[in-house]
């Protein structure tokens, strides 16, 4: 949704909660095999992943800005966007998705330490990954960092982690907020923050 407003390109956006099991009922199981979100419906072409989802309308809009025709860099977004699913996506499986989970009272299954090992290690590696340039593709804004940032909002929103010790990964997370639309586009995690807070108390 973010991206598709700084592109100006209408959607109508449909509010599908796992935690209510809406993915698993009515038609939504039918039109996407997957049964996870984000998924799209473009007149008629279904999509599910949100890396296939970014590429597609990248591709169909020219949005040659975020997905540049120049194959080395292409590649370079494409080879991050691989790591991503089983890399970076553990903020969410490890992290966000247990204190969700036990924020709405359901059954949670807590990270391992191996789980947190690969947490700690994913950190680094991002750290690394952007120690010598502003965004994780060069110096310009690609779908790379739109695709990475969904998994470390949740983190820093919620204060579920304290990312201030990966230096280089905390000044590209400051930078990704000074994007257009970067409020709009995260007003969910605002009511969850305070979901998050009323679970503490």
Known sequence: MWVCKIKNLPHQLIVVDPAKGETRKGEFPQKFLARTIPAIDDNGHLLFESSAILIYLAEKYQWTDLYPNDVVIRSKINQYLHWHHHNSRMMSKFVFRPKLWQALGLPATLPSKEDDKTVIGVLKMLDLWLKDSKYLV??????ADFACICEFDQLYELKLMDLTTYPNLWRWIEDMKKVPYYEEA????????ILFQKSKL
């Open 138 to 143: 060069g110096n310009e804004l690609t779908l």
């Open 186 to 193: 995260h007003s969910t995690l605002r009511k969850l923050s």
